[in-house]
């Protein structure tokens, strides 16, 4: 089972600063990751799959990069809206896993 | 709109048993694969099943193999999860999601699963 270590578990920031969040695989996925966000209450919205193509809707200051085993999510500048939950998710073997989440809450 | 809507979940006790549905519409659901996931309380994302568009393929985490079954009956645009012989450790929130080129791409609102005496 390929096992995906998110970092930090809680990312502390203000509207408009800059987040990163990482996503680390114990084997090489290619480019087979997804990053999802999830609101309290709400299922899961899917924002980048494939390492670092914007799913529909997305808006671009969400992005995602990486390749093999270490990957990143970058939000530019955050919006109100976009302290939540951030999952990465990967697609090369069965069983598909998750990672345990970061947090991104508002100092 | 496409949307994807869960019912059947609710309280049950151990070893009890609990049929999911997850109702598709806005799309061509026959085309799709699909996926259950769960979220205990407080927790993560765990993926639970996948079927295939026609079920010809299935896959089940190895906490749930041989006591979940997924179906699905495309005829009637609908998704299923039977859960059998339910454990404290099954309470969460069940998703439904539409799976597709590898990633979940649409997910339902969930259905709350409670396993207690």
């Known amino acids: 089972e390929i096992v995906l270590t998110q970092s930090p578990a809680t990312l502390s920031l203000s509207p408009g600063e800059r987040a990163t969040l990482s996503c680390r695989a114990s084997q090489s996925l290619s480019s087979y990751l997804a990053w999802y966000q999830q609101k309290p209450g709400q299922a899961p919205r899917l924002l980048i799959y494939d390492a670092s193509n914007r799913a529909a809707g997305i808006p671009a200051r969400f992005s995602g990069s990486g390749s093999g085993t270490d990957f990143t999510l970058t939000i530019s500048s955050l919006e109100p809206e976009d302290f939540a939950v951030y999952y990465c998710q990967q697609r090369t073997n069965w069983p598909r896993t998750f990672g345990q989440g970061t947090k991104v809450e508002i100092k | 709109e496409v949307q994807l809507v869960e019912s059947g979940g609710g309280l049950v006790q151990p070893g009890g048993s609990l049929r999911l549905s997850c109702a598709a519409s806005?799309?061509?659901?026959?085309?799709?694969?699909m996926n259950w996931v769960r979220q205990a309380p407080g927790k993560g994302l765990e993926w639970v099943a996948y079927i295939s568009s026609s079920a010809a393929i299935i896959y089940y985490a190895d906490s749930v193999k041989g006591r979940f079954t997924i179906s699905r009956d495309n005829a009637k645009n609908s998704l299923y999860l039977q859960m059998n012989s339910l454990r404290a450790e099954d309470t969460a929130v069940y998703y439904c999601?539409?799976?597709?080129?590898?990633?979940?791409?649409?997910w339902g609102q969930g259905t709350v699963v409670t396993v207690s005496s």
């Open positions: 999601a539409r799976y597709s080129y590898g990633f979940n791409d649409i």
């Open positions: 806005g799309f061509t659901f026959s085309t799709y694969e």
